[in-house]
Each structure stands twice: as C-alpha cells, then as structure tokens.
C-alpha cells in the first residue's frame, strides 16, 4: 500500500478553508491552526509551534490530550462493537447509565443519551414541556445552552439575535450579576425579580427554569451562596422543573463532580457532554429525577436519533470517568484552583486592566477596564476592541491558545495541569497583559 503523504501547514489551512465552513464566524480574513497532534496541556502544529491550551479547547477537554486510558476505551469499543441502534442494549451503555447514576447528584438515576450539549438541552426542554403540559421555559439573560433551535432561544446572550423564532415559548430573567460596572445584586434582590416575573408571566404557563449553575462563556459568574438554593425552593413553590445545564461544568472542572455540588442542590434535570467523553468523541446526556423518568413509564417519549448512546461515545465517557478518578483529576482541579486564583490576584495587583477575577476550579476568567475608576470594559458589550484584538494576537504568538471574548480571557486549563504549567501560562499572560494596561486612563 502507498504511504499517503502528509500535507503541509499550509495545504492543511488552504484545503480547510477553501472546502469547509467554520463555526461562528465570517469566512474571510480567517486563520485556523493546522493542529496536528496535542498531548496533555498542550496540542502542535504542522509547522512545527507548541501552544499550552488554556481553555481545555472549547472547556471540554477535561482529562488533557492524549489520555490513553480513553483511546484505548474508544479502540475496544471499535473492534468489538463500533455501532448499534439505539433501541438496542449494549454493555458500554450498561455500565455507563449506572456508573453515572453513581455520580449525579441525589436521586438522579436515569439518563437519555444525546450526541452533544445542545440537543441534551433541546431535549431537557421537551421532556419539561411533555411533563407538566406547560409551554413556556424561563432563562437567563447570560447564558449559552447551544446553538439548535430551542437550545439556542433559551440561549441569552447576543448569540440567540441572528436566530431568535417568532415564537419561542422561552421567556428570558436577569442575572444575578449585571455587568462589571453595575455588580451583583443580593440574593434576596435576584430571588425576589425571579419570582416576580414568574408571577407576572403566570405560573401555571411555565414548564422549566434552565440555567447555567455558574455561567461559563458570558463570564465564569458564579452565583451567590443561597441563590441557588433560592431558585430550588421557587421552582418547588411554582411546580417549576429546574434544569441545571452542567456541559461546561460538570465532571469536575469546579473542583467538584459538577457544579451543583458546590450548593446541595438537587435539579429536576441536568444536561452534561464536554467532560463527559473529555469530548474525544461526541457524546451528551440528560440526567432527570424518579418523578421525571416516571412519565415515560405508560407515556411515549417522541425523541432520538439515530447516533444516540452510541458505543463508542458510552466507551469514550467510561474511559474519561477512569482517567478522572485514578489521577484524581478532580481533587487536582480544586488543589490547583486555589494556585490559580493566586494568579489572578497577582495578575489584578500588577495589572490596572485588570478589573476583576472570577474563578472557581480550574473554571476562571480575567475581565479587562479601559478606565480603573470607572470600570470602563476594554472592549464593549458583543464586541471588540483594537487592544483586545491585539492581546489575542500576542497570546497566540506567545504559545497560549485559550478564548477570548468582547473583554474577558478564559483561564479553564484541562484538569490533569500541574503547578509548573499553570506557571507557564500565566507568565505568558503576564506579559501579555501590558498590551491592555497601555490602553487604562487612571
């Protein structure tokens, strides 16, 4: 057999491009990294550069690059059983609802298996709809929970603009946090609004409340001590379902198994990918309570598809859950959480476009000022700005891959980093952060 020639960095970009449409983006003007291998906290290029990942690719890659303990789970699987139909039993699926029925908070004990975050979302929102015959769905203004039809309506921020229906069902509540500037409410505040909206939109009318237990892309905002478990006892109040979207926190990224956990909440329904396959494969879940799973007993659940618990994605999260708990991945995410919060103070103390940290974990982010007084963002809402143009330019000439948006920078390392790494890369943002510091009015 002839050996298949590699293609150049160059060939990589230009083919990729010329024949596939990137995610969320205008074509022209775009640069993708021919990547070609990634082992641990870092991934390389075709032509020959090292970037440490510091944001876990899209805050999925949870066990690192690389983890064998996965690839062989996934290799197994291939040669034993590659695919069946999902109304078929299989061992991988087998053993994973029940070691997930382990790990998910109190008595969540059954799990529907979907392909990814969003339509884990999509089909959380239906079940809520099937089983209280209610139509509308509460959510927040700052949140993301996929781009699919409903999950993208629930979604709040400007992402949901370009798709937004006539008609939705989906009716969106503020934050408790509203903006560097303006702050956060107290829980009393935030809990007392939720409750008003629910009361003007009409109890009886609402299905579900979705939301982000800390909010991950529109800024790492974790909730207040008693929110969340002010927001268990409305919905309990309101027979409300409380649907807790864990893709991007769950298996261990705040430090715990997921989020919630933080809290003693129990959801109704929790939706989970990203970590749960350490995304080598495509794989999402829905985790529900004996009183949602019971519906489906004498009722038809209308939903699936034809990749769902799919055995190389059920063997894929077995592996991820192995590789967490032998490494203790996360235990290492609270241990070096608490060193990366040291960074983010020391990175505030030297930087005055450093406005503010949040972290919980290794679930963190940097806000950047123009203004130190003010609190003036460095790039405004759904934008950007030339300084913030150029520190994303610079991190990635400087070897850090990690997600920059309007002005914040994502701190979320896979959760197999050490301190030595962590080091690394908040030197490199150090350095980088004079960019950002020239642009602050005193």
């Not at 929790?270 to 794989?283: E, Q, R």
């Not at 879940?285 to 009183?291: L, Q, T, Y």
């Amino acid at each position: 057999m002839e050996a298949v020639r590699a293609l150049s960095a160059a060939e990589i970009t230009e083919l990729c491009l010329r024949h596939t449409l990137y995610d969320w983006s205008a074509q022209t003007g775009l640069h993708p990294l021919p990547v070609t291998g990634a082992q641990g906290v870092y991934f390389h290029t075709a032509d020959g550069r090292r970037f440490i990942d510091f944001n876990s690719q899209l805050m999925c890659v949870n066990a690192g690059h690389g983890d064998r303990r996965i690839i062989e789970a996934i290799k197994a699987q291939a040669e034993q059983l590659p695919y069946i139909t999902p109304f078929a039993a299989h061992e991988s699926r087998a053993r994973l609802g029940a070691k997930l029925a382990e790990l998910l908070p109190g008595d969540i004990d059954k799990v529907f298996f979907t392909l990814a975050g969003a339509d884990a979302n999509e089909n959380a929102i239906k079940i809520a709809r099937t089983v209280t015959g209610r139509g509308k769905i509460l959510a927040r203004y700052r949140s993301y929970h996929g781009s699919t039809g409903s999950s993208v309506q629930a979604t709040g921020d400007p992402r949901r603009w370009a798709n937004e229906g006539v008609t939705s069902g989906v009716v969106h509540v503020l934050d408790p946090y509203h903006g560097i500037q303006r702050g956060w409410d107290t829980v009393e505040e935030a809990l007392a609004d939720l409750e008003e909206t629910i009361q003007l939109e009409g109890p009886a009318t609402i299905a579900a409340f979705i939301l982000e237990p800390i909010v991950g892309t529109n800024g790492i905002l974790i909730p207040p001590d008693g929110y969340l478990q002010g927001v268990r006892a409305l919905c309990d109040r309101y027979g409300i379902l409380m649907i807790c979207d864990e893709v991007m926190t769950g298996f261990g990224r705040t430090g715990r198994w997921f989020a919630v956990d933080h809290w003693g909440v129990v959801p109704d329904m929790i939706t989970m990918a990203k970590g749960l396959t350490s995304s080598y494969v495509p794989l999402g879940a829905v985790g529900m309570r004996p009183k949602v799973a019971a519906y489906f007993d004498d009722h038809v659940f209308y939903g699936g598809l034809t990749y769902n618990s799919h055995p190389l994605g059920c063997a894929a999260a077995l592996g991820a859950i192995q590789a967490y708990e032998e490494d203790d991945m996360v235990g290492n995410a609270a241990r070096m959480g608490e060193v990366l919060a040291r960074h983010h103070k020391m990175l505030r103390d030297r930087h005055p476009c450093v406005g503010a940290t949040r972290s919980i974990g290794l679930f963190g982010c940097l806000e950047l000022v123009r203004d130190s007084q003010t609190l003036e963002p460095l790039a405004p809402f759904n934008g950007t700005s030339p300084e913030m143009k150029a520190i994303s330019q610079a991190l990635l000439a400087a070897g850090m891959y990690t997600f920059v948006r309007w002005n914040t920078i994502m701190t979320n390392p896979p959760l197999c980093i050490t301190e030595a790494q962590l080091d690394e890369g908040f030197e490199i943002l150090d350095s980088v952060l004079e960019i950002g510091d020239r642009a602050v009015r005193d």
